[in-house]
C-alpha cells in the first residue's frame, strides 16, 4: 500500500487552501499549486487567517501555527507541484475540460506509485480516471467547506478504483480528522445529490417572490434547523460552482428537475459569486452582510 507523506494539492481557491491547511495540520509535506502567484498568495493568507483564529482560541500554539504554514510550499509549475507526490489532491474550477487536461498532465509527472484524487462536487471519476493511465489508482475525495471545520470527507469509488487506493485515502483521512463515508460514482454523490436541488429550489422561490432572501434563510434555520440558510450556503459554495453542478446534473441525469434557476444564471453573468468575490444573495462589502434585493 503507498505510504503518503508528500501530498501535491492543486489549486489554492476556497478548497484547495483549506486542504493544504488540514495535511499540513496533519504533518505531510504539502504542495500547493495554483497557476499565479495572487492566487497563492491569496490562499496562503486565508490559511494565516484561520491559523490565527485557532491560535486565539488556544487551539495551536504559534509555534504549532508557524511549523503547519512551514509545510506548504507554493508552487506555480504542476511539474514541480506533482513530480515527488505521493498523493495528488485537485481542487481546481469545476470546468469538465480542464480537469481533464490536467489529469492528462498529472499522470505523466506525478511518480507511478502515487495515487490520483479530485474533489470534484460532481464531475465523474470514471471520466476522469480513464484520461490517466492508473484508473485503479483513481479516486474521489470529496471535502467541505470549510475545509478545516466540516468533518466529512466523501470518499467516491469510480468504475476502476482498486481497494487498495479506497483504503489509503480512508487512512488518509482519518489522519486529517476525518469521517469519512464510501459511495459509488452518481452525479452529484450523496451529498451534493440532495443539497444542489435544495439550493436552487430556494433560489426559485426567491425569483418567484415566494420571500426575501433574509427570510427564506430565517426559515429553513429556524423550520429545518439547518446551521445556515441555503441563500447563505449558496454564497459559501459560490455561485458558479453551483451553476456548473446544475448544468451537469441536467446533462448526466437527462433530467430537467435538476436545471439552475434563471436568477443563478443572472447573477454568475453579473460576476457575483458569493462570498469569495464580495457579492452574492448577501453583499458582503461592509461588517455585516446585507441581503440583495430581487
Ligand atoms: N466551494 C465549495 O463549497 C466546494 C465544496 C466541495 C468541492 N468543491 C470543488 O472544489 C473545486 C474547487 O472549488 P473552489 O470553491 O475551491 O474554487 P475556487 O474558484 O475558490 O478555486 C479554484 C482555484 O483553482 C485555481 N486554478 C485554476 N486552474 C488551475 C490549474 N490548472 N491548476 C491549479 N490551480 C488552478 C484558480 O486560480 C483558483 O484559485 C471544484 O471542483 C469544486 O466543485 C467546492
Not at 478548497?15 to 491547511?21: E, L, V
Not at 502567484?37 to 488556544?58: H, M
Not at 498523493?87 to 511518480?111: C, G, M, N, R
Request: hydrophobic letters at 45%; glycine letters at 8%; charged letters at 25%.
Amino acid at each position: 500500500m503507498v505510504d503518503v507523506k508528500k501530498i501535491a494539492v492543486l489549486g489554492a481557491g476556497q478548497m484547495g487552501n483549506g486542504i493544504a491547511h488540514v495535511c499540513a495540520q496533519a504533518g505531510f509535506d504539502v504542495k500547493m499549486r495554483d497557476i499565479e502567484q495572487r492566487f497563492l498568495d491569496r490562499g496562503f493568507e486565508t490559511i494565516k487567517k484561520n491559523l490565527g483564529r485557532s491560535v486565539k482560541k488556544g487551539k495551536v500554539s504559534q509555534e504549532e501555527a508557524d511549523a503547519i504554514v512551514g509545510r506548504i510550499t507554493g508552487v506555480l509549475s504542476l511539474e514541480d507541484a506533482v513530480k515527488d507526490a505521493d498523493l495528488v489532491i485537485e481542487a481546481i474550477p469545476e470546468v469538465v475540460q480542464l480537469k481533464l487536461d490536467t489529469w492528462k498532465e498529472v499522470d505523466k509527472l506525478a511518480p507511478d506509485h502515487a495515487i490520483l484524487a479530485s474533489n470534484t462536487s460532481s464531475i465523474s471519476i470514471t471520466q476522469m480516471a480513464a484520461v490517466t493511465g492508473r484508473p485503479e489508482k483513481f479516486i474521489g475525495m470529496h471535502f467541505f467547506n470549510p475545509v478545516p471545520v466540516m468533518r466529512l470527507v466523501e470518499i467516491i469509488r469510480g468504475a476502476a478504483t482498486e481497494n487498495a487506493t479506497v483504503e489509503v485515502i480512508k487512512e488518509v483521512s482519518a489522519k486529517l480528522g476525518k469521517e469519512t463515508v464510501i459511495v459509488n460514482e452518481a452525479p452529484g454523490f450523496a451529498v451534493n445529490r440532495l443539497l444542489v436541488p435544495a439550493i436552487n429550489e430556494a433560489i426559485f422561490a426567491i425569483q418567484e417572490g415566494v420571500a426575501t432572501v433574509e427570510d427564506m434563510d430565517k426559515a429553513i434555520k429556524l423550520g429545518l434547523n439547518w446551521p445556515m440558510g441555503p441563500l447563505t450556503l449558496a454564497d459559501f459554495v459560490g455561485l458558479d460552482t453551483l451553476l456548473y453542478i446544475s448544468d451537469y446534473f441536467v446533462e448526466e441525469f437527462k433530467d430537467s428537475k435538476y436545471r439552475a434557476p434563471a436568477l443563478l444564471r443572472k447573477m454568475v453573468r453579473a460576476g457575483w459569486l458569493g462570498r469569495k468575490d464580495g457579492k452574492g444573495f448577501y453583499d458582503y462589502s461592509g461588517d455585516e452582510p446585507v441581503p440583495m434585493r430581487f
